[in-house]
């Protein structure tokens, strides 16, 4: 007897890469030798490990989760539905480290590997997963001729108004992210963004192995094995960066998390985090990350970012703002609306690849990444697309990120 | 000036504009008016501690954008060189934190770009620093002549040179070539060695000098690192090459030997570095040797890449 398993609805191995939210899965019988009757009970469940990347499963998108699932399959081949979901506090530590093992009886008749890819804490990586998103990104990079320069012009004085100061601010940034993410996970699908948790100490962080030690001028070193030390951008090489505090024992000059949490419990209130962390992270540092224009020159600039989103990701969930037509949501401004590019219909740019007039002059880097383990948002993401971004209002919505302490279930 | 006189005289001008303004269509929500007057309230009193105003400063980013008396208050502190020092780089981190929400800010751009070009010159060396950096990464003409002119006449210097040369990086001119080449050959100090090499990393034309400094085993390694990188953007056919030499030279520096391998790892062409079986042995024998860790983790990334494939 043999089966088939196809994780996110797909059977390409690419797409085998699960998140908290719930992953469409399906499975079926492709060899019926021994299979006698008209159906065949089969038993899912994690290859027992103590750690690495685990699921639940569920024969419904909305539960209830549990670590095994029996399912009947029919002998001639249907394809049977069931869900999955990443189990909150067991993320992967490596590609593939995660499989479920597909039983009868006692013989596992098929065991398909596969990722649970969850954005994590910078300052506490594992060397291996720090040392993959270095060289993932410098490989982006690619001293200042590679596909990150996109990323590096769609953040500039010009392109600004799209992306600040305005309610389109967060979901401007959580597409630009995961854009990026996925130009990552092109060069290493392991890979996913960290995030720098600023009110506090990060001192796995602030290393020569990791984002570089600035000297007393703001130039950063880095350890001669670092490959972020051939960073090159706008035809120069090398980070600026100078902190204004202790990055071994403090965080940041800025509000702690409960306190931007608490912002407001509309995102009316609760965007007003884009002066105060958002701002005041930025400027707890000289150097590129502390002007707009230069921020993106910066790769601490994207752990920061990373965090501002996940922020206001724990914010959704603590307020359940997830639903597009929730006023509480979103800060529409009606009736007057907002600035073009932060309205919730609005397509944003420069992914819909729109210039002049009241866009900028230019639009770098086309359409949106795709990726196989989840369609959502699209090539050209519109405002309102960013906000379910766990697939919980639609499923279809999902993003394919989450973060390690943000939950799901 | 009392301290209560000195607060009033940093909000006069302004008094008759207290009023939050109205929202700029498609603006983010403003701050809360009550929260945000007695912060600033509290945070211009000069009578009360550092720390304490300090602190209020971190509260105010986004009223700056709301209402003109705290922008106006803000520069003021920031302007008054009687103020310590530290209050008024806490206002300096404020408005450029404010500055991140550019259409907000956006009014708010023109008395703040010419306050930071007044405070060019200020007294204070971290103040005209800070500035100086605020206003290059801008693109200000102003400030590129200020340190172009302190390069060439020292005794006129705002900055230290190594500082000078790294804010001039920000927006490279040509002009800047002969200066940075000059400093490359008579240091004033190792730190500007190494900032006048970045800057010359824009200079298709300073080949030649990144590859006599990689090539001179009296140089620092961080002064060949930093050559490694430039050449490895400039020519890297020609840094391929030389890492390969490098890490097959057992009397080489073991960090100018990590960087040449993390070269070799990271940009190397893998059709050639895969069937390199010279250089393959070399690097296992780093692997297995008691070399530094740092020159060992080099080794074991290309071996990754290359060799164990």
Redo the contacts between chains.
């Keep these: 007897m043999d089966v088939a398993l196809r994780i996110n609805n797909s059977a390409d191995p690419r797409a085998r890469y699960v998140t908290w939210a719930p992953s469409r899965c399906s499975i079926r019988v492709t060899n019926t030798t021994g299979i006698i009757g008209l159906n065949v009970g089969v038993e899912l469940r994690n290859r027992p490990s103590t750690a690495g990347g685990q699921v639940l499963f569920s024969r419904n998108a909305t539960g209830p989760w549990s670590a095994t699932l029996n399912l009947s399959l029919p002998r001639i081949g249907t394809s049977v539905p069931f869900f999955v979901v990443g189990r909150f506090g067991r993320p992967s530590l490596a590609d593939r480290d995660a499989v479920i093992q597909v039983r009868r009886g006692t013989t596992i008749v098929l065991a398909t590997p596969f990722m649970v890819r969850i954005r994590k804490d910078a300052n506490a990586l594992t060397p291996a997963e720090r040392d993959r998103f270095i060289a993932a990104f410098a490989q982006l990079n690619n001293q200042g001729a590679g596909r990150f320069v996109d990323f590096r012009n769609m953040h500039t004085n010009a392109g600004s108004p799209e992306a600040h100061g305005a309610p389109g601010f967060l979901p401007w940034h959580r597409a630009y992210l995961l854009d990026l993410e996925r130009e990552l996970q092109a060069i290493d699908p392991s890979v996913t963004l960290p995030y720098w948790r600023f009110d506090r100490p990060a001192p796995n962080l602030f290393t020569l192995d990791f984002v570089g030690v600035a000297n007393n001028i703001g130039t950063v070193q880095f350890s001669a094995n670092n490959p972020f030390q051939f960073w090159r951008t706008d035809g120069v090489p090398g980070v600026n960066r100078r902190p204004f505090f202790n990055t071994l024992t403090a965080g940041a000059n800025v509000i702690t998390e409960a306190a931007t949490l608490a912002l407001g419990t509309t995102y009316d209130g609760f965007q007003g985090m884009e002066g105060n962390p958002h701002g005041n992270a930025h400027t707890s540092f000289g150097g590129f990350i502390s002007s707009i224009g230069t921020a993106a020159r910066d790769p601490l600039f994207f752990l920061l970012h990373c965090n501002v989103d996940r922020l206001w990701a724990r914010w959704q969930r603590q307020n359940n703002r997830f639903d597009a037509a929730q006023a509480a949501a979103f800060d529409s401004n009606l009736p007057a609306g907002n600035r073009i590019g932060h309205n919730l219909p609005d397509t944003m740019w420069p992914w819909n690849g729109l210039t002049g007039a009241q866009r900028p002059p230019t639009a770098p880097g086309g359409s949106l990444a795709m990726s196989l383990s989840a369609p959502a948002p699209g090539p050209q993401p519109r405002v309102r697309d960013s906000l379910d971004y766990q697939g919980r209002v639609t499923q279809s919505a999902r993003m394919g990120f989450d973060y390690d302490d943000v939950r799901f279930v | 000036m009392t301290p209560k006189k000195k607060a009033k005289a940093i909000t006069k001008g302004s008094a008759k504009k207290t009023r939050p303004r109205k929202?700029a269509?498609?603006?983010?929500?403003s701050?809360s008016s009550t929260d945000y007057k007695a912060s600033w309230k509290a945070a211009s009193d000069s009578s009360r501690s550092d720390a304490a105003r300090i602190k209020d400063f971190?509260?105010l980013?986004?009223a700056i954008?709301d209402d003109r008396a705290v922008l106006n208050g803000m520069i003021g502190v920031l302007r008054d060189v009687k103020t310590s020092l530290d209050v008024r780089?806490a206002a300096l981190?404020a408005l450029?934190?404010?500055?991140?929400?550019?259409?907000?800010?956006?009014p708010c751009r023109p008395p703040y770009f010419a306050a930071l070009r007044a405070l060019a010159t200020d007294p204070e060396p971290e103040m005209r620093?800070?500035v100086l950096?605020?206003l290059m990464?801008?693109q200000d003409s102003l400030a590129q002549k200020l340190l172009l002119d302190g390069l060439k006449k020292p005794d006129k210097a705002l900055v230290?040179p190594?500082?000078a040369l790294?804010l001039l990086?920000?927006d490279?001119k040509a002009s800047a070539y002969p200066i940075a080449r000059r400093i490359v050959e008579q240091p004033p100090s190792s730190?500007a060695k190494?900032?006048a090499l970045?800057?010359l990393?824009?200079d298709a034309k300073s080949v030649g000098i990144f590859e006599q400094r990689l090539l001179d085993k009296k140089e620092s390694?961080e002064i060949r690192?930093?050559s490694a990188?430039?050449l490895?953007?400039l020519a890297p056919e020609k840094l391929q090459q030389y890492a390969r030499d490098i890490v097959m030279d057992t009397t080489e520096s073991?960090?100018?030997q990590?960087?040449s391998?993390?070269?070799l790892?990271?940009?190397g062409k893998e059709e050639d570095l895969s069937k390199d079986e010279v250089l393959s042995k070399r690097v296992e024998r780093i692997q297995s040797s008691d070399a530094a860790q740092?020159?060992k983790?080099?080794a074991k990334?290309f071996a990754t890449k290359y060799i164990e494939k």
């Design positions: 929202r269509a498609g603006a983010g929500r701050s971190g509260k980013t986004n954008c780089l981190a450029q934190a404010a500055s991140f929400a550019t259409i907000r800010f956006r620093n800070r950096g605020l990464r801008e230290p190594e500082k790294q990086s920000y490279v730190d190494a900032e970045r800057l990393a824009a390694p690192q930093i990188a430039a490895q953007a073991p960090a100018v990590a960087t391998l993390t070269a790892a990271q940009f740092q020159i983790q080099s990334q």
